[in-house]
């Protein structure tokens, strides 16, 4: 199985900035692809932005203001966030795309962390 964490949620007023991190362990063989969801109040959950090699994607609300950036020495992956804002606010939650094996990748989540934009 493959566990990730995630950590830098927390309180910031518009226009600041937050850094999440989001650490992979367990059994793992090989990640393809980490990305970042989020689920606003009452909204349904969405891709913030997603790293899969060299290649990045973003949702178009956030684009140029989050960084997606990944650390396959580590297993790790990070959001940096700029330039907040109230409808920021949501759970975020880290995914990964990952084998325990040669074969077959899976799907997993983290628990999710607290961001709110708020002054």
């Known amino acids: 199985q493959v566990q990730l964490v995630e950590s830098g949620g927390g309180l910031v007023q518009p226009g600041g900035s937050l850094r999440l991190s989001c650490a992979a362990s367990?059994?793992?063989?090989?990640?393809?692809?980490m990305a970042w969801y989020r689920q606003g109040p009452g909204k349904q959950r969405e891709l913030v932005a997603r790293v899969t090699g060299g290649s990045t994607n973003y949702a178009d609300s956030v684009k140029g203001r989050f960084t997606i950036s990944r650390d396959n020495a580590k297993n790790t992956v990070y959001l940096q966030m700029n330039s907040l804002k109230p409808e920021d606010t949501a759970v975020y939650y880290c995914n990964a795309v990952a084998a325990t094996r040669p074969g077959p990748f899976s799907g997993y989540w983290g628990q999710g962390t607290q961001v709110t934009v708020s002054s």
């Open positions: 367990g059994t793992i063989f090989s990640i393809n692809t």
